[in-house]
């Protein structure tokens, strides 16, 4: 097991609620390799449990070097950001955080307000993306306002953490994050912003201007992903499971 950086193994108790390193890339490269749009690139992925500490880091691909080496530290960041953003009675994408994060808005500065424990980002390389990954433990911290960051929800609706995905356009981390979440059974999501009173992607922008005020770019480069982001609520439904 690996030891939390204030000697606390209580952060390891509340992973226990979330899923391991095997579980979150088997999520990641069934998602990953679904039609998404965005340029079919590999991904980084990560857990955060409630506290923003780090559980679990995986990739798809065969090696740490198939994505942006860079992805690593962002989609951690993603993860905190949406647990960090989201409560118990309301949930927030990275995504939905975009608008109000632009100059003359009411966020504008939120993705300046905390840097990556850099602490915690360097270690061997070799151990990236496994279950050693030098992340692991450690609070993370670092603020991200784009897509493929959403929280997460047990099947009882309690939030357990966030997610972070990170390696193709924002819009494409996104629709892969909402399938892996999806597949995690982690998406019992209590109310959010979108027309489906949850956390997706809203692509409201007109004229450089969210008409919710929780908008986001639609993203340029490889395939358009509008249509895949504006039916996840309905492939994916999100809300308290059936037994």
């Known amino acids: 097991m690996v030891q939390a950086e204030n000697g606390d193994d209580d952060w390891d108790q509340s992973c226990k609620l979330l899923p391991s390193h095997d579980a979150l890339k088997v999520a990641l490269d069934a998602a990953q390799a679904a039609?998404?749009?965005?340029?079919?690139?590999?991904?980084?992925?990560?857990?955060?449990?409630?506290?923003?500490?780090?559980?679990?880091?995986?990739?798809?691909?065969?090696?740490?070097?198939?994505?942006?080496?860079?992805?690593?530290?962002?989609?951690?960041s993603k993860a905190s950001t949406?647990?960090?953003?989201?409560?118990?009675?309301?949930?927030?994408?990275?995504?939905?955080?975009?608008?109000?994060?632009?100059?003359g808005q009411s966020l504008y500065s939120l993705a300046t307000s905390a840097s990556p424990n850099v602490q915690a980002v360097f270690g061997d390389p070799a151990s990236f993306g496994t279950p050693n990954d030098p992340m692991v433990g450690k609070a993370i911290g670092?603020?991200?306002?784009?897509?493929?960051?959403?929280?997460?929800?047990?099947?009882?609706?309690?939030?357990?953490?966030?997610?972070?995905?990170?390696?193709?356009?924002?819009?494409?981390?996104?629709?892969?994050?909402?399938?892996?979440r999806s597949q995690l059974h982690l998406d019992s999501v209590p109310m959010g912003p979108s027309a489906d009173h949850n956390d997706n992607m809203i692509l409201d922008f007109k004229n450089g201007v969210s008409v919710s005020g929780f908008g986001h770019p639609s993203c340029k480069g490889g395939n358009t992903s509008d249509y895949i982001t504006n039916n996840l609520s309905k492939q994916y439904p999100t809300g308290p499971r059936k037994k």
């Open 35 to 76: 039609t998404n749009g965005g340029f079919g690139l590999n991904m980084w992925g990560t857990v955060v449990n409630r506290d923003g500490i780090v559980c679990a880091v995986a990739f798809t691909g065969t090696a740490r070097g198939d994505q942006w080496p860079g992805s690593r530290v962002i989609a951690a």
């Open 82 to 103: 949406a647990n960090g953003l989201s409560g118990a009675n309301y949930a927030l994408s990275t995504a939905n955080v975009f608008a109000a994060s632009q100059p």
């Open 142 to 180: 670092g603020v991200i306002v784009f897509g493929g960051g959403l929280p997460l929800y047990s099947p009882e609706g309690m939030i357990v953490g966030g997610l972070g995905l990170s390696g193709d356009t924002s819009c494409t981390d996104h629709i892969i994050a909402w399938k892996v």
